[in-house]
């Protein structure tokens, strides 16, 4: 399974912008590259998935690099709701959710 | 988004007991769920997959006969602890997708050993 690499901790002020990265050098056309977060005591929640444009949701944005081996979620305006552990996933189809470390964000009022 | 439920969100059980969890797809029908384990500051690891009406599959190093999935509709799928130990004690969180969805988590049980 190709691996993703995500620092550890990030931290950032409300209402600022958040580029959480990952790096993904092993990835495979067929890998969807997935981001998830868990906030403190709940059960991960789905944030956005992309292949190879860019993406757009209410939550998030997704860059992905022209070469796939990298990408960012953008964060457009940090809460305090915000604060969780963001997790980067590749998944081919239908394939199970393995977890990493993921990045721990702290958001400071 | 899917809503995925489980329950209970908390339980504590006598050593050498069996516990029972329920994880619920609520909107969609779950042809494949997942479960997973989390420990205090660890990352999610999955135990098992399971599809509608097919024995589950066990992730390595994960003991069949004590935790006991049964996945014997689309929305529903359990998973039993057996004679559970305080090493048991974690978080278990349930995940459901229906084919060519995201998958879809519930809020997780919090399992306490004594």
């Known amino acids: 399974d190709a691996k993703t690499t995500q620092p550890n901790s990030m931290e950032s002020n409300e209402e600022e912008p958040v580029h959480l990265p990952c790096n993904h050098s092993t990835i495979s056309g067929t890998d969807y590259i997935h981001w998830y977060r868990q906030l403190p005591s709940q059960g991960p929640e789905y944030v956005i998935h992309?292949?190879?444009s860019n993406v757009n949701n209410r939550m998030a944005s997704l860059a992905i690099a022209e070469d796939r081996k990298s990408s960012t979620l953008i964060l457009h305006r940090a809460t305090l709701r915000d604060a969780a552990v963001y997790y980067c996933?590749?998944?081919?189809?239908?394939?199970?959710?393995?977890f990493g470390q993921g990045t721990r964000l702290t958001i400071n009022p | 988004g899917a809503v995925v439920s489980q329950h209970p969100s908390w339980v504590i059980c006598k050593s050498g007991t069996s516990v029972k969890i329920e994880c619920r797809s609520l909107?969609?029908?779950?042809?494949?769920m997942f479960w997973y384990r989390q420990f205090p500051k660890q990352s999610l690891m999955l135990m098992a997959t399971?599809?509608?009406?097919?024995?589950?599959?066990?992730e390595q190093g994960v003991e069949k006969d004590k935790f006991l999935i049964n996945h014997a509709s689309l929305t529903l799928s359990t998973l039993t602890v057996t004679s559970a130990h305080p090493e048991d004690s974690s978080f278990y969180i349930c995940s459901a997708r229906d084919v060519d969805t995201e998958a879809f988590f519930g809020q997780g049980t919090r399992l306490t050993v004594v």
């Open positions: 996933i590749l998944r081919k189809g239908a394939q199970k959710l393995v």
């Open positions: 992309g292949l190879t």
């Open positions: 399971s599809n509608e009406g097919s024995k589950a599959t066990y």
């Open positions: 909107d969609f029908q779950a042809t494949t």
